[in-house]
C-alpha cells in the first residue's frame, strides 16, 4: 500500500536577508497555523549541511547559503566548519575530513553552506 502525504513548501527570510526553503507536511504547516510574515524558527542538523567552495549553480538543492568561513576544526575522522553567512546569521556544517581537505578550506574562504529543503525544520518561537 502506498500511501500519499501532501508536503508544502515555505520559505523563510533570514534576519540578515538570505531565503530558506523548507518542505514540510501540509498537515503540520496546518498544525502551524503558518501564515506569511509569522516568526518562526529555522532548525538544520550540521550533518545536513554541505559545503561548496564559491557560488553553486544548476543544483536540485534549493537552499544556498553564501558566506565566509570563521573557522575549520579538524577531527580524527570528521571537521566542523562554521561559516558567517552573508546577513550575519552563522552556519554549522560537519562533513569529513576528506571533504575538507580536498576543499582547501580555510578560515576567510569563500563557500556556499548547501541544504536541502527536506532537511530543515521549521518551528514557532
Given at each position: 500500500m502506498v500511501t500519499a502525504v501532501a508536503v508544502s513548501t515555505v520559505q523563510v527570510r533570514l534576519a540578515g536577508g538570505q531565503l530558506m526553503t523548507a518542505?514540510?507536511?501540509?498537515d503540520s504547516?496546518?498544525?502551524l497555523d503558518l501564515a506569511e510574515g509569522a516568526s518562526v524558527l529555522v532548525l538544520v542538523k550540521s550533518t545536513e549541511v554541505a559545503i561548496a567552495v564559491g557560488?553553486?549553480?544548476?543544483i536540485s538543492i534549493r537552499n544556498h547559503l553564501l558566506g565566509t568561513i570563521e573557522a575549520v576544526?579538524?577531527?580524527a575522522v570528521m571537521s566542523t566548519v562554521r561559516v558567517a553567512l552573508d546577513g550575519g546569521e552563522t552556519a554549522t556544517a560537519v562533513?569529513?575530513?576528506d571533504a575538507a581537505?580536498?576543499?582547501g578550506l580555510a578560515s576567510?574562504?569563500?563557500?556556499?553552506?548547501?541544504v536541502?529543503?527536506?532537511e530543515v525544520s521549521v518551528a514557532l518561537p
Open positions: 518542505a514540510i507536511t501540509a504547516a496546518r498544525e557560488e553553486v549553480q544548476r576544526e579538524h577531527g562533513i569529513t575530513r581537505e580536498d576543499l576567510g574562504g569563500r563557500v556556499t553552506a548547501l536541502k529543503s527536506t
